[in-house]
């Protein structure tokens, strides 16, 4: 992790996107060690704001680190034949039914060292460092037995320790019924309850706990009670939900306060009032719903209307989401799903950090965090209208500069 400075530093004449909005007028933006000490218009700024500062240069964009708030980085194997067939006309759920998709992962996954899966997950963060990410989040459900659950968090720990990022780790043990479990759908709920969720919070690797509610995993019934396990355990929730059909299980996590519900492309009114009720973010995930080739939409215009915060990840996995570059995704939730520019960025900074329960992150203002990127585009819109590597110009996580100089 960097070490925490008293050193300032200077950026003058940015445009600033704030992780809600674009401010108005150029803006000078002051550092003090790991926070933002000062955010004052450019025609404000006078020689008290400069003085003992290192000056950090003129123009770009400004925004908070980027916020990946749904991610399953860590996995042994690849399914690229999968792609193939989905191009030759089966579906998603006919390949999991025959034994493919997730357990075709978790098979790779249980047969890798901790060692492997560290190096095979490595370069994937890297990748979304070096296109803006300063926190993600990253999921296990892919050992899908005790051991294989917490080697993969533990992964994911060492990952954020490792490389100059924030991991926030979700156990996400309901996730597919593994072969040993084959036809008992339920005793393998009782041992995610009895026994995984409690193994991950005595170890301390979990900061959530999450599960996959779609008529190819888990009932609305069984998920719940994975929800009431984890309260129990004091962790907080979030859930795929209706991503293939409409089960209800969103308005049934909100119920239980849950941090996010994600996919959601078949949530209904119901579902959508359930979550305004509890503050719960959707999270929109462009990158499955491009390589899936679904067709159902998530109700964008129905959540805007209802002021749901929607927040945009990349849902970086091996299967329905082989894709690990942040902005492409601001790229695809504008023209795949309509959101606004605007709507998108938020997603990816101040609506993603709210989605892991890290509320007043993702944000640009006077004492938050000095996670910051700057970037070679002329307005905030131009990280969603184009999709071209190499526009960080610099990035900085706690105060300290990880990239450009």
Same mark, same amino acid.
């Given at each position: 992790?960097?070490?925490?400075?008293?050193?300032?530093?200077?950026?003058?004449?940015?445009?600033?996107?704030?992780?809600?909005?674009?401010?108005?007028?150029?803006?000078?933006?002051?550092?003090?060690?790991?926070?933002?000490?000062?955010?004052?218009?450019?025609?404000?700024?006078?020689?008290?704001?400069?003085?003992?500062?290192?000056?950090?240069?003129?123009?770009?964009?400004?925004?908070?680190?980027?916020?990946?708030?749904?991610?399953?980085?860590?996995?042994?194997?690849?399914?690229?034949?999968?792609?193939?067939?989905?191009?030759?006309?089966?579906?998603?759920?006919?390949?999991?039914?025959?034994?493919?998709?997730?357990?075709?992962?978790?098979?790779?996954?249980?047969?890798?060292?901790?060692?492997?899966?560290?190096?095979?997950?490595?370069?994937?963060?890297?990748?979304?460092?070096?296109?803006?990410?300063?926190?993600?989040?990253?999921?296990?459900? $892919?050992?899908?037995?005790?051991?294989?659950?917490?080697?993969?968090?533990?992964?994911?720990?060492?990952?954020?320790?490792?490389?100059?990022?924030?991991?926030?780790?979700?156990?996400?043990?309901?996730?597919?019924?593994?072969?040993?479990?084959?036809?008992?759908?339920?005793? $393998?709920?009782?041992?995610?309850?009895?026994?995984?969720?409690?193994?991950?919070?005595?170890?301390?690797?979990?900061?959530?706990?999450?599960? +996959?509610?779609?008529?190819?995993? +888990?009932?609305?019934?069984?998920?719940?009670?994975?929800?009431?396990?984890?309260?129990?355990?004091?962790?907080?929730?979030?859930?795929?939900?209706?991503?293939?059909?409409?089960?209800?299980?969103?308005?049934?996590?909100?119920?239980?306060?849950?941090?996010?519900?994600?996919?959601?492309? $078949?949530?209904?009114?119901?579902?959508?009032?359930?979550?305004?009720?509890?503050?719960?973010?959707?999270?929109?995930?462009?990158?499955?719903?491009?390589?899936?080739?679904?067709?159902?939409?998530?109700?964008?215009?129905?959540?805007?209307?209802?002021?749901?915060?929607?927040?945009?990840?990349?849902?970086?996995?091996?299967?329905?989401?082989?894709?690990?570059?942040?902005?492409?995704?601001?790229?695809?939730?504008?023209?795949? +799903?309509?959101?606004?520019?605007?709507?998108?960025?938020?997603?990816?900074?101040?609506?993603?950090?709210?989605?892991?329960?890290?509320?007043?992150?993702?944000?640009?203002?006077?004492?938050?965090?000095?996670?910051?990127?700057?970037?070679?585009?002329?307005?905030?819109?131009?990280?969603?209208?184009?999709?071209?590597?190499?526009?960080?110009?610099?990035?900085? +996580?706690?105060?300290?500069?990880?990239?450009?100089?």
């Amino acid at each position: 992790m960097p070490n925490s400075t008293s050193k300032r530093r200077l950026w003058r004449d940015v445009r600033v996107f704030d992780g809600l909005r674009t401010l108005p007028e150029p803006m000078a933006v002051v550092t003090e060690g790991t926070r933002i000490a000062s955010l004052v218009a450019m025609r404000d700024a006078d020689e008290n704001l400069v003085e003992g500062c290192s000056d950090m240069g003129r123009g770009g964009v400004m925004t908070p680190g980027l916020v990946d708030c749904h991610t399953h980085l860590v996995f042994g194997g690849g399914r690229a034949d999968e792609f193939e067939a989905r191009l030759e006309g089966a579906s998603y759920e006919e390949i999991a039914r025959r034994g493919g998709g997730i357990l075709s992962t978790v098979r790779a996954t249980r047969e890798a060292s901790e060692e492997e899966l560290l190096a095979l997950a490595r370069p994937r963060l890297e990748a979304l460092i070096a296109d803006g990410v300063t926190t993600v989040e990253i999921k296990s459900g $892919y050992g899908l037995d005790v051991a294989s659950e917490l080697k993969m968090l533990r992964v994911a720990r060492r990952l954020g320790e490792e490389l100059p990022v924030r991991v926030v780790t979700t156990l996400l043990g309901a996730h597919a019924l593994p072969p040993e479990f084959k036809g008992d759908s339920d005793g $393998y709920i009782d041992l995610v309850c009895r026994e995984m969720v409690p193994a991950a919070t005595q170890a301390g690797l979990a900061d959530a706990v999450d599960v +996959f509610c779609e008529k190819i995993a +888990f009932s609305v019934a069984q998920c719940e009670r994975v929800f009431v396990a984890a309260e129990a355990h004091g962790l907080p929730i979030k859930a795929h939900a209706e991503q293939l059909s409409n089960l209800g299980g969103t308005a049934m996590a909100a119920r239980h306060g849950a941090l996010s519900a994600d996919h959601i492309e $078949y949530l209904d009114a119901a579902g959508i009032a359930a979550m305004r009720e509890a503050g719960s973010v959707a999270v929109i995930l462009p990158g499955a719903f491009h390589t899936l080739r679904e067709t159902q939409q998530p109700p964008i215009a129905a959540l805007r209307k209802a002021g749901v915060p929607m927040a945009v990840a990349t849902d970086a996995n091996p299967g329905s989401s082989p894709l690990f570059m942040p902005t492409l995704m601001l790229n695809l939730a504008c023209t795949l +799903f309509r959101l606004t520019p605007q709507e998108a960025l938020a997603g990816m900074t101040a609506h993603g950090a709210t989605a892991l329960g890290l509320a007043g992150q993702g944000r640009i203002r006077e004492g938050a965090e000095a996670d910051l990127c700057l970037w070679n585009v002329e307005s905030p819109a131009g990280l969603a209208y184009a999709v071209q590597p190499g526009r960080l110009r610099q990035r900085l +996580f706690q105060g300290e500069l990880t990239h450009g100089n």
